[in-house]
């Protein structure tokens, strides 16, 4: 049977949403399936057990808001609906996505069963003019996406109260991202101080790590200004995007560039904590993945609450792009709300062994397909 995947990018994009699609796309393989994998080729082709169906899309709008949107030429959107017509059923990653869009009406044309895998819910942007766009393309969009899709599943509970209610509307999945249990863990490869060493980070100072896109919703202004107000603090960045921390002349502030998995769990053992002061998130894996090498985690309210099982683990902030100063001073007070009130890493790192498995999440959404294609 061939499962045709659909995404934003491919991974080689760096974003967790693309990453997520990857990982299934083996489990997928793995199992016994063709798989097809649809998405924007900007950032070139990954290595994947996948037939890879490069689209060529423009994406005017990261640069100029942070939010990624490929936008597919002609040739691409022929490209698609030929993967479509040749699949067997069809994966499609988030709703709010031009190609996404093309690949449902494609899918319904052709009668193939869909999987709609929500990843984000309401994006709250500093920008009035912004909330007001998107909360009206969740209306006209993303709403008539769930509800066309034969299966939906979500990976984080906060985006499915955000877009089904709660209790939510119709029926669905809660499914939520795995975790590379051989890279992350809490077991040290290395000695903690040579690991800062290596990365030339002070081994006598707190460490906070930020993984991610360095683009608005991800809460960089809100940690430039933290930097600005905990100069004992620093801060480990991780990731590229539109915004340029090294710019921001602070010596607290250690900008490492994109860095393979390995590298990223080594400096999670190494750290303090993973601070990642994101808006408009599911469930974040790099949460995940820092939970599962026992690493304490500072985060996003709504991030904070998407896995109700772990909440108990997590710090969450209340963060306001419209309000970065006060944003700040909260995750300020959540770093002195750890320091006095240590986590249970030991729990939470079991609890990510025992939770998070791409094989099962895998399992659950094939299971969601009708019998003649499982």
């Known amino acids: 049977m061939r499962i045709l995947s659909v995404s934003n990018f491919y991974d080689t994009h760096g974003g967790g949403l693309e990453r997520v699609a990857a990982q299934l796309n083996h489990e997928f393989a793995a199992v016994g399936y063709q798989v097809a994998w649809a998405a924007s080729d900007a950032d070139g082709l990954p290595e994947s057990p996948a037939t890879l169906i490069g689209l060529n899309c423009s994406n005017p709008t990261e640069k100029l808001t942070g939010l990624p949107m490929p936008i597919p030429g002609l040739r691409a959107i022929t490209r698609l609906w030929r993967a479509v017509r040749d699949a067997d059923a069809v994966v499609i990653h988030d709703a709010l996505y031009i190609t996404s869009m093309f690949a449902m009406l494609f899918a319904k044309t052709a009668k193939k069963p869909t999987i709609l895998v929500q990843h984000i819910g309401v994006i709250p942007f500093a920008s009035a003019l912004l909330n007001s766009l998107l909360r009206l393309a969740n ?145 974040p894996l790099v949460v995940q993945e820092a939970m599962a090498c026992g690493l304490p985690v500072i985060c996003g309210d709504g991030s904070a609450k998407a896995d109700p099982a772990a909440h108990r683990w997590l710090i969450g902030v209340d963060i306001d792009l419209a309000d970065p100063h006060g944003s700040a001073a909260r995750c300020a007070a959540a770093i002195e709300a750890l320091a006095a009130s240590p986590v249970d890493t030991a729990a939470m790192a079991r609890h990510a062994a025992e939770n998070y498995d791409w094989g099962r999440m895998a399992a659950v959404l094939l299971e969601s397909l009708p019998p003649a294609i499982r």
């Open 139 to 283: 209306f006209l969009i993303t709403r008539p996406m769930i509800a066309s899709a034969d299966g939906l599943a979500f990976i984080s509970a906060t985006v499915r109260d955000d877009l089904l209610g709660s209790p939510p509307r119709r029926k669905s999945l809660l499914v939520f991202n795995g975790v590379d249990q051989s890279v992350f863990h809490p077991h040290q490869r290395l000695p903690r101080n040579e690991t800062r060493a290596r990365w030339k980070l002070p081994t006598d100072a707190p460490l906070a790590v930020f993984v991610g896109r360095f683009v608005e919703k991800k809460g960089l202004r809100v940690l430039r200004l933290l930097a600005q107000q905990r100069p004992e603090v620093h801060f480990a960045l991780l990731g590229q995007g539109s915004i340029e921390p090294g710019d921001w002349g602070l010596t607290n502030v250690h900008v490492l560039g994109q860095q393979p998995q390995s590298l990223i769990a080594d400096l999670y053992r190494a750290a303090d904590m993973l601070l990642l002061p994101s808006v408009g998130e599911g469930y």
